[in-house]
């Protein structure tokens, strides 16, 4: 029997996302600090999920439903052999892989599925995030279930497809982002969208058809005790620092490396970029731009080596050409080092008003961005007061805690749906 639901007692919560990234990415760190913050606020929170895994709070347990890793930073796009094809999830994972498809979503809605059918007796709530497969609307028909979307991937496939060089390469993102279609089929009847900005709202309604009663906002967090100013760090002079989550066209990786080139003929800068180098769109540019000398990257530290990182640059930036909210511009705000940004999405909802909180540029611009990244090297005086008002701006707005209590409200409110009373007054 499921434990009777008491509406003002702890919850038992199933937490599910099927890509878990540690360090960059939203997902993993999203699911990292909330799941912290709602177990620091009394819940019991078991988290499902795929690779590469979240690293999470001892207190929380980590369920590990492990895809066929097709899409892995090693080997992407790697074909399955067939005697790794054990279960009906690993068949259809493959075969969409094998007619051009990104199959995670759906591969790994149809696991937890299976799992949590034997457990649906367990949990009082699911919490998906942003998987949005077929079958979590047979979880919600099961179990009561809320999720999160970040943002419309409709944006990643309109600016994949616009910057793709022809009608072949079109055709084959548009299979790739077939998924978008499955996710705004889910989304549309789901009973409560949790979304992480105003922008993104619109941006749902209007791309993925999810009408505006079903969704609410709660913004993501920050952790100010760790992601703080380091005042015995020195900053390095010309130290730039970004975030590269993905090489795709949405994060605009690809302008800050053409700014950088061009700020390199007159000055001596280095950029920073936490996240993997990978073979693509990004390392071709910075070969041919002759970069490779003035660049690092940086993966798999940890928080507190991030928050180094920034404390040792000048300024921090984020080029992004659209961002359902960004989790980066926050946690270098939060570090008190001087926030570079476009226009892009929600960006100025988050990052507030240029010249005060923010140095910020048109997207999708090159000579914008550099001359913005200038603006701030040129004059110590303006990071200064940028980087301290950024921190202000950050610390009395988002927090982790905050953002899980705004979530358990949400909770709150999809377990007093009727049809979820139901299942709740009948746990056997």
């Not at 015995?232 to 066209?249: C, E, F, W, Y």
């Not at 892009?344 to 001359?371: F, I, K, Q, Y």
Request: charged residues 25%.
């Amino acid at each position: 029997m499921r434990e009777p639901y008491d509406p003002n007692g702890p919850l038992r919560i199933a937490y599910l996302t099927y890509r878990g990234k540690p360090h960059v990415g939203g997902q993993g760190v999203y699911t990292r600090h909330l799941t912290k913050a709602l177990a620091d606020l009394g819940h019991h929170v078991e988290v499902f999920a795929g690779q590469p895994y979240p690293i999470l709070d001892d207190r929380i347990e980590l369920h590990k439903l492990p895809s066929l890793d097709i899409f892995n930073d090693h080997y992407p796009g790697r074909l399955p052999a067939y005697w790794e094809l054990k279960t009906w999830p690993d068949v259809v994972e493959t075969a969409q892989f094998l007619t051009g498809k990104f199959s995670e979503p759906l591969a790994f809605s149809m696991r937890v599925r299976r799992v949590l059918k034997e457990r649906q007796l367990d949990f009082h709530l699911v919490h998906d995030n942003q998987c949005l497969g077929r079958d979590i609307l047979k979880i919600e028909s099961m179990i009561p279930t809320i999720v999160t979307l970040h943002h419309p991937i409709t944006k990643d496939r309109e600016l994949e497809m616009s910057h793709a060089p022809n009608w072949w390469k079109r055709r084959s993102v548009g299979r790739w982002y077939s998924f978008v279609n499955m996710q705004g089929k889910v989304a549309s009847r789901m009973p409560r969208i949790v979304v992480v900005s105003e922008n993104s709202i619109t941006d749902i309604n209007k791309d993925m058809g999810v009408s505006l009663d079903r969704m609410r906002l709660v913004p993501v967090g920050v952790d100010p005790d760790l992601f703080k100013p380091l005042p015995h760090v020195q900053r390095k002079p010309g130290q730039l620092i970004t975030t590269a989550s993905a090489d795709v066209a949405l994060k605009g990786l690809s302008y800050l490396l053409e700014a950088l080139a061009k700020l390199r003929s007159e000055r001596n800068v280095r950029l920073t970029i936490i996240g993997k180098p990978k073979s693509g769109k990004s390392a071709d540019l910075i070969d041919s731009l002759g970069l490779r000398d003035c660049i690092d990257f940086v993966s798999g530290v940890s928080d507190e080596r991030i928050v180094e990182l920034y404390a040792e640059s000048e300024l921090a930036v984020v080029p992004s050409l659209y961002e359902g909210f960004s989790l980066p511009a926050i946690e270098a705000m939060c570090t008190g080092t001087t926030l570079v940004a476009t226009d892009g999405g929600a960006l100025p909802e988050v990052t507030g008003r240029d010249n005060d909180t923010v140095l910020s540029c048109p997207a999708g611009d090159a000579n914008a961005l550099a001359a913005a990244i200038r603006r701030g090297l040129d004059d110590a005086v303006l990071r200064e007061r940028i980087g301290a008002a950024g921190r202000q701006r950050v610390v009395e707005r988002w927090s982790w805690r905050h953002c899980a209590e705004l979530t358990v409200a949400q909770y709150r409110e999809v377990l007093d749906m009727p049809h979820n009373r139901k299942k709740l007054e009948n746990p056997c």
